[in-house]
């Protein structure tokens, strides 16, 4: 799996703004803690299964520690409380589904 990094509010905005305007451009946020073991085992499972079940869907990568005003400006534009590790689908400018913990298995994600 290749990470897109996700790393400033101005490239979310502009995301958001790409999902509106072509309701094809369905993305993904996955936000992780390098400090927190959860985090990496669902950043495991992402890596094991993502482009097997969602290979079209683009998946961005957001430290949380290194971006942690930017996981608070999502949770604030996206109406969706902070978690960590958590995953977010965002399409048509609007999050249509959150996990977080275990929750985060892509096997049963579908989009």
Request: hydrophobic share 40%.
């Amino acid at each position: 799996m290749v990470w897109k990094i996700l790393d400033s509010i101005s490239d979310f905005d502009e995301l958001v703004e790409k999902s509106v305007s072509d309701p094809s451009a369905t993305f993904v946020v996955f936000k992780h803690s390098s400090r927190c073991s959860i985090s990496d085992a669902a950043k495991g499972r992402m890596e094991r299964e993502w482009e097997s079940v969602n290979p079209s869907v683009a998946v961005y990568f957001l430290d949380l520690i290194t971006y942690r005003e930017l996981s608070n400006y999502i949770a604030s534009k996206i109406g969706v409380k902070h978690e960590s590790p958590q995953l977010v689908i965002i399409s048509k400018g609007k999050c249509i589904a959150d996990y977080s913990h275990f929750e985060i298995r892509p096997s049963c994600i579908q989009l």
